[in-house]
């Protein structure tokens, strides 16, 4: 840079002044008519493939400004050796270069969040609609538009696990028809052998208060001596603990093993050895009139291993329990509350029966119920190789009949009304829904929860029936895959 423009910082240096004096008038003059800038600003060029935050500060050059044609002319020249001391202090001064990110709007940042909170509750809101929203919701007329094949093959496969025999039943100690047996015994023999092995159950329930008593206590008898030991689904239903109390007042904590709702039938395990197991009969040799003992816990554990001697009354008795119907054996032999689950004993001291109801009915006496030793033997059997019943039927719904009058005052049909449909069941895929009735199982009308079991139970797992369905005071035939009833827990209830 050339010794021209030292009026540039005149004002702050008058030692500059004084040398600017000395040079000619032309120069002079052209320098005074030029006025001295108050402030000037200028950038440096950065190369595009630098980023700023790596140059040093030592290595940027001042540029040299000069007076060109009156305009200030901005180069990249190095300034001159020849510069004077107030140019040098100049050229020598800091750069102060700040590199302030870009400051994003308020606004814009607003409108980011509120557009990602709509988009999180849409987004929820039709996930939502989807989970709820069946795959296939036609009405019963159009309901068929899957394969009975293809809606099995929908519910999951339950274990192919081989049933083995666990419950022997024991030969018939006498012919059948014969008046007298070789061998029978007395009631007192019959107890003496029987008694050791029934064993009372008690139970406790989920959350309820204990004192040292419990929800409910019935009898069980001792299948093996291992520990298996057979009782009512009824005494064990729910019970988040289980104890069994042996005669001699031995107490065990139970496993559950297997129960199954609709024999009343349940299996427990105690870990123990050498127990007294009991004596299995065939319970298809029995007779009406036959010496009959019931063995159990009457009223709950303080009247242990009661004693109870009468006859068979009858057997192959249908009975009606909570809407199933139940082949039974009748006895005389006193039953009360706190037997369920203890054996039916025959004059040989074999157990034929386990004791699971009494009619209730304060006019009624000697009406006690057991369940058939053959009934309960398969039952056993797959309770303890599987864990539950595999096959049994089931539509997958829970319903409530309600009388042809009442349907006649609401305007609708007689049958089941429809409260809940299974999801994975096949009917739920084929369309039907809660609030449908149902007035026919394959072209066969029924008024009573009873009838429709009875209707449903002469088919079997996989077997596809046809369900006439009315809807919105239309009437429609949809065609149904009787579905396994251990893959569909908690259905198939119904209530008049």
Known sequence: MNNENPNLYSDNNEELNSTNAQQTSSEGNAAESIPSPERISYSVPMADSVEPDSIPMSDV???????????????????????????????????????????????????????????VAVSSILIITIMNKSPNQPTPSNASTSSPEQSAQSAPALEDVPIEEHLTISESKRSLGARTAEGSLTVKEISEKVRPSVVGVACETQGAFSSGSFDSVGSGIIMTADGYIITNNHVIEGASKIQVILDDGTTYGARLIGSDARSDLAVIKIEASDLP?????????????????????????????TVTYGIISAINRDII?????????????????????????????????????????????????????????????????VGYIKGRPSIGITGMTISESDYAYYGLPAGLLVEYVHPQSDAFKKGLRRGDVITHLNGEAFTSTAEIRKLRDNYKAGDTITLTVYRNSKTADIEVILMDEALLPATESYSN
């Open 321 to 385: 329990v909570d809407d199933r119907a139940m082949t039974l054996i009748q006895t005389d032999a006193s039953i009360n509350p706190g037997n369920s689950g203890g054996p039916l004993v025959n004059e040989f001291g074999q157990v034929i029966g386990i004791n699971t109801i009494k009619v209730g009915v304060s006019y009624y006496e000697g009406l006690g119920f057991a369940i058939p030793m053959n009934t309960v033997k398969p039952i056993v059997d797959e309770l303890i190789s």
């Open 277 to 305: 197991a009991a004596e299995f009969g065939d319970s298809d040799q029995l007779e009406q009139g036959d010496p009959a003992v019931a063995i159990g816990n009457p009223a709950g554990l303080q009247l242990q291993n």
């Open 61 to 119: 050059e001042s540029p040299n400004l000069s007076v060109n044609n009156g305009q200030l002319d901005s180069t990249n020249s190095p300034v001159s050796a020849d510069s004077t001391d107030a140019t040098d202090n100049t050229e020598k001064s800091a750069i102060n270069m700040e590199f302030k990110p870009r400051k994003t709007p308020t606004w814009l940042i607003v409108l980011v969040c509120v557009i990602s909170v709509l988009y």
